[in-house]
């Protein structure tokens, strides 16, 4: 009987879909095909939280929930792009590396829910049900928006939405003073720097009397704003709480405490999801705005050596692992952020691709952490708990030292590529003594991730096996393992991927 429920709801549902999907096409054409992918998420979102106040549901039933979403949302995506029905309007802005984005977005979600599901554990305080979907797919909602905005005060909701949720998400170990405490601290300083974002916004207004991100690159363009102080003043503002955000040095020090003090699941999806959009609308800041004057290149410089010196240094002193991992996520926004300043269009493709790496390296290393933490109960969540791998499973202590040899930028592996291209182009453009500082930095940077493979295969403590007997752990096994071949793709397709990348940017 309950079966027959579920799938009249899934029918009635589906029609009422269908019904103003096609009704929303009759009316408003072009517009409406191009925003279908965003109606066919609010819609499923609505649906979902219907759908969950009537009936308890499991991790089985969220996940399924957003297969279906992502499956009507990538197809649609898809048509967009065949159409190639593009959107570049006083507020909304669709392009053809916008949806790539968003699709990549999407899959890294449902790859992190996988991973919730598969290694749930029913003792512990967080696991996928439907609170949680709602909180991510509400973040998703505002990521949407931040990647479609082609205005300032768009930007800013949509920035305001996805960090609200992330608050919450942050504190959901509600029996944890860490992690009540990591939400609060994210809290009050988020609110500093959206205070901060949104000043710079006012004065951007008050200026040019538009936020539109064309307008004001045609005005800047027209006219003389060389010694415009308020203007500086506002794009600095801006700047600074998108580096907040972004975790980059100097206002990097929230990052560590968030990571430790949040639980492994949110921290796994803080370290992948919340900083490409963010970094997307950056790179259409630095294109449209802040390239137009050449003070905000050396800023960027500036700020991407501070970034990867500070974490360089800390990371050698970190214990913890997660902390590790957000010293190591500080250290390769620097390494962006450097290619972003450049102000070509390759090295923007440079940029894009080396984040790729950066996810695929991230989440193979956050998904065995995952695993030797959910199979061991003594697990204590410092470095050398990698040491269990080394008796247990062969072929996933292996994927793990290639995915720290390729954050670590070690040839013949994929962070090298991505580092090697970022010190081409540097020596290109004739910035000898940054290529030769950032040399030496990633040198120094290969000291803590070669701590963390000595701890797998050369610690002298003896590690007693975990034993992989839960009954879906063969299928985590399994995804790790195509996530680890993916990450192979980087180094057999390098220019296909990068010719790809760069044709979007055009």
Same mark, same amino acid.
């Given at each position: @009987?309950?079966? =027959?429920?579920?799938?009249?709801?899934?029918?009635?549902?589906?029609?009422?879909?269908?019904?103003?999907y096609t009704l929303g096409i009759f009316l408003y054409g072009s517009v409406f095909?191009?925003?279908?992918?965003?109606?066919? +998420?609010?819609?499923?979102?609505?649906?979902?939280?219907?759908?969950?106040?009537?009936?308890? @549901?499991?991790?089985?039933?969220?996940?399924?929930?957003?297969?279906?979403?992502?499956?009507?949302?990538?197809?649609?995506?898809?048509?967009?792009?065949?159409? %190639?029905?593009?959107?570049?309007?006083?507020?909304?802005?669709?392009?053809?590396?916008?949806?790539? =984005?968003?699709?990549?977005?999407?899959?890294?979600?449902? $790859?992190?829910?996988?991973?919730?599901?598969?290694?749930?554990?029913?003792n512990s305080e967080i696991f996928l049900n439907f609170e949680l979907l709602m909180?991510?797919?509400?973040? @998703? +909602?505002?990521?949407?928006?931040?990647?479609?905005?082609?205005?300032?005060?768009?930007?800013?909701?949509?920035?305001?939405?996805?960090?609200?949720?992330?608050?919450?998400?942050?504190?959901?170990?509600?029996?944890?003073?860490?992690?009540?405490?990591?939400?609060?601290?994210?809290?009050?300083?988020?609110?500093?720097?959206?205070?901060?974002?949104?000043?710079?916004?006012?004065?951007?207004?008050?200026?040019?009397?538009?936020?539109?991100? *064309?307008?004001?690159?045609?005005?800047? *363009?027209?006219?003389?704003?060389? *010694?415009?102080?308020?203007?500086?003043?506002?794009?600095?503002?801006?700047?600074?709480?998108?580096?907040?955000?972004?975790? =980059?040095?100097?206002?990097?020090?929230?990052?560590?405490?968030?990571?430790?003090?949040?639980a492994d699941n949110i921290t796994f999806f803080l370290a992948i999801i919340p900083?490409?959009?963010?970094?997307?609308?950056?790179?259409?800041?630095?294109?449209?705005?802040?390239? *137009?004057?050449?003070?905000?290149?050396?800023?960027?410089?500036?700020?991407?050596?501070?970034?990867?010196?500070?974490?360089?240094?800390?990371?050698?002193?970190?214990?913890?692992?997660?902390?590790?991992?957000?010293?190591?996520?500080?250290?390769?926004?620097?390494? @962006?952020? !450097?290619?972003?300043?450049?102000?070509?269009?390759?090295?923007?493709?440079?940029?894009?691709?080396? +984040?790729?790496?950066?996810?695929?390296?991230?989440? %193979?290393?956050?998904?065995?952490?995952?695993?030797?933490?959910?199979?061991?109960? $003594?697990?204590?969540?410092? !470095?050398?708990?990698?040491?269990?791998?080394?008796?247990?499973?062969?072929?996933?202590? !292996?994927?793990?030292?290639?995915?720290?040899?390729?954050?670590?930028?070690?040839?013949?592996?994929?962070?090298?590529?991505?580092?090697?291209?970022?010190?081409?182009?540097?020596? +290109?453009?004739?910035?000898?003594?940054?290529?030769?500082?950032?040399?030496?930095?990633?040198?120094?940077?290969?000291?803590?991730?070669?701590?963390?493979?000595?701890?797998?295969?050369?610690?002298?403590?003896?590690?007693?096996? !975990?034993?992989?007997?839960?009954?879906?752990?063969?299928?985590?096994?399994?995804?790790? %393992?195509?996530?680890?071949?993916? %990450?192979?793709?980087?180094?057999?397709?390098?220019?296909? $991927?990068?010719?790809?990348?760069?044709?979007?940017?055009?």
């Open positions: @009987m309950k079966t =027959i429920k579920d799938i009249s709801c899934i029918i009635i549902i589906s029609y009422i879909y269908w019904y103003i095909f191009a925003f279908s992918p965003e109606f066919i +998420f609010i819609y499923g979102f609505i649906s979902i939280f219907i759908y969950g106040l009537f009936k308890k @549901m499991n991790g089985f039933d969220c996940i399924v929930s957003y297969s279906i979403i992502l499956y009507m949302i990538i197809k649609q995506y898809i048509k967009v792009i065949e159409e %190639n029905i593009f959107f570049n309007n006083e507020h909304w802005y669709i392009s053809n590396l916008s949806i790539n =984005i968003k699709i990549l977005l999407f899959l890294s979600v449902f $790859i992190i829910l996988l991973f919730m599901v598969l290694l749930e554990d029913k909180l991510i797919l509400l973040c @998703m +909602f505002g990521i949407l928006i931040i990647i479609s905005s082609n205005n300032l005060f768009i930007l800013y909701l949509g920035i305001e939405l996805q960090s609200l949720s992330i608050y919450i998400l942050c504190c959901l170990k509600r029996y944890s003073n860490k992690s009540l405490e990591c939400g609060l601290k994210y809290f009050i300083f988020g609110s500093y720097a959206s205070l901060i974002l949104l000043l710079g916004i006012s004065f951007i207004y008050l200026i040019f009397g538009t936020l539109n991100f *064309n307008e004001i690159n045609l005005l800047i *363009n027209t006219f003389n704003y060389d *010694n415009n102080l308020l203007l500086h003043l506002g794009l600095i503002c801006i700047l600074l709480g998108f580096f907040f955000k972004l975790a =980059i040095a100097p206002f990097h020090w929230w990052l560590p405490d968030i990571f430790e003090g949040s900083k490409l959009p963010l970094f997307f609308i950056l790179y259409r800041l630095n294109l449209l705005i802040f390239s *137009n004057f050449i003070f905000y290149s050396y800023f960027f410089i500036f700020c991407g050596i501070l970034s990867i010196s500070i974490g360089v240094i800390l990371a050698l002193y970190v214990v913890k692992l997660k902390k590790l991992l957000a010293y190591s996520s500080i250290v390769h926004m620097g390494y @962006m952020l !450097i290619a972003l300043s450049l102000n070509l269009k390759i090295s923007a493709a440079i940029s894009f691709y080396y +984040f790729l790496i950066y996810i695929v390296a991230t989440i %193979n290393i956050f998904s065995i952490y995952l695993l030797i933490k959910n199979t061991h109960v $003594i697990v204590s969540g410092n !470095i050398t708990d990698l040491a269990y791998l080394k008796n247990s499973n062969k072929f996933l202590s !292996i994927i793990t030292i290639i995915s720290l040899f390729s954050l670590a930028g070690i040839p013949p592996f994929m962070g090298f590529y991505g580092k090697l291209l970022i010190f081409n182009f540097l020596i +290109f453009t004739g910035n000898y003594i940054i290529c030769f500082v950032l040399l030496l930095l990633s040198i120094a940077s290969c000291i803590y991730y070669i701590r963390l493979i000595r701890f797998i295969y050369f610690d002298d403590k003896s590690e007693e096996p !975990i034993s992989f007997q839960k009954r879906k752990t063969v299928y985590v096994y399994i995804l790790i %393992n195509i996530i680890f071949f993916i %990450n192979l793709t980087f180094l057999f397709f390098q220019e296909p $991927i990068l010719l790809y990348i760069i044709s979007l940017l055009s």
